[in-house]
């Protein structure tokens, strides 16, 4: 099992620029997530689904978009990159949102925007 | 949405314990985590609490208070291994995980 395998790594970009970060589960979960990770603020909840075609908004929702059309991937979506937007992102799956549904974290992907 | 308040960071010595505060405030609660997170890496689970006392794994151990909305991790027989960032979140009555910004604790030989 890979668990939660997320693409790229590492990305640089300009402003005004889009780009999508791929994130892929492969334990059939049904509750997928995205979150951005800043230095003194913790991780902050951009998106999540909780099944294929069923997304909804988190805390931090402007300037990105998602869409869940499998249960395997939830892609994150840059429309137009800001320097605000420079983050780790995580993206992260658990079987359900319930009791003690313990999320699986992909490795991270750090975003630089210039 | 939640509040969530936790030490920004603590030092500790080799071999001694470390207890790590957790306060919060909810609309609705479904259970409070505790996650390690190694610098430049994924968090991973460490524990979980939805009813109020101690829950012990080996040489951690995490309490919750749903009245007082307040848990500690408790770390024992510090390892070097141990330093990293520990994060607090709380589950809320939409199901929603929200994080605190994490404790940096770091072991010192």
């Known amino acids: 099992n890979a668990g939660v395998t997320q693409t790229p790594k590492f990305q640089v970009l300009k402003t005004g620029q889009s780009m999508t970060l791929q994130c892929a589960q492969d334990m059939n979960h049904e509750y997928m997530s995205w979150y951005r990770q800043d230095p003194g603020m913790g991780l902050r909840l951009i998106h999540y689904s909780v099944g294929a075609g069923i997304t909804d908004q988190g805390e931090v929702p402007n300037g990105y978009n998602v869409s869940r059309s499998t249960t395997e991937d939830f892609p994150l979506r840059l429309l137009s990159a800001a320097p605000s937007q420079t983050s780790v992102y995580f993206c992260?799956?658990?079987?359900?949102?319930?009791?003690?549904?313990?999320?699986?974290f992909g490795a991270g992907s750090r975003l630089t925007v210039l | 949405g939640q509040n969530i308040d936790q030490p920004t960071e603590m030092t500790a010595t080799e071999g001694a314990i470390v207890q790590i505060n957790c306060t919060y405030q909810t609309s609705g609660f479904n259970g409070l985590f505790w996650y390690q997170q190694h610098a430049g890496e994924a968090p991973t689970f460490l524990s979980y609490n939805v009813l109020d006392g101690l829950e012990e794994k080996g040489r951690f151990s995490s309490f919750l208070s749903r009245s007082k909305g307040y848990s500690y991790l408790l770390l024992k027989e510090l390892q070097m291994k141990d330093s990293a960032s520990y994060l607090c979140a709380v589950r809320d009555g939409d199901y929603k995980l929200s994080f605190g910004a994490g404790t940096t604790v770091t072991v010192r030989a």
């Open positions: 992260a799956s658990s079987y359900g949102v319930s009791g003690a549904n313990v999320l699986t």
